[in-house]
Nanobody, 124 residues
Framework: QVQLVESGGGLVQAGGSLRLSCAAS???????????MGWYRQTPGKQRELVAA???????NYADSVKGRFTISRDNAKNTVNLQMNSLKPEDTAVYYC???????????????WGQGTQVTVSS
């Protein structure tokens, strides 16, 4: 089994910064490659929304609300994806989830995985 493990959430004042990290763990030898990786966020009563995503080749896309403030990056050798969040606003408060499309070596099928979520709280 493969899991996505997130870290880096917490409480920060408006204008501050946080860096989220996500790493694939467990039976990582079963992974042939990781395609698209991304970060989503969700607040109570709302649908989970895309924050940022990055392909294996490094192409990125961002939600309009975070453009210019957040930066997504990945390390293919370490199977990790990071989200650098600067100039945080109270409206960025949410549970942030890591997401990845993994190709399994044995079947070459692609599966979508989610992390358990990490809370980000921005105080005004």
């Amino acid at each position: 089994q493969v899991q996505l493990v997130e870290s880096g959430g917490g409480l920060v004042q408006a204008g501050g910064s946080l860096r989220l990290s996500c790493a694939a763990s467990g039976n990582i030898f079963s992974i042939n490659r990781i395609n698209r990786m991304g970060w989503y966020r969700q607040t109570p009563g709302k649908q989970r929304e895309l924050v940022a995503a990055i392909t294996s080749g490094g192409s990125t896309n961002y939600a309009d609300s975070v453009k210019g403030r957040f930066t997504i990056s990945r390390d293919n050798a370490k199977n990790t994806v990071n989200l650098q969040m600067n100039s945080l606003k109270p409206e960025d408060t949410a549970v942030y989830y890591c997401n990845a499309n993994l190709v399994v070596t044995s079947t070459r099928n692609e599966y979508n995985y989610w992390g358990q979520g990490t809370q980000v709280t921005v105080s005004s």
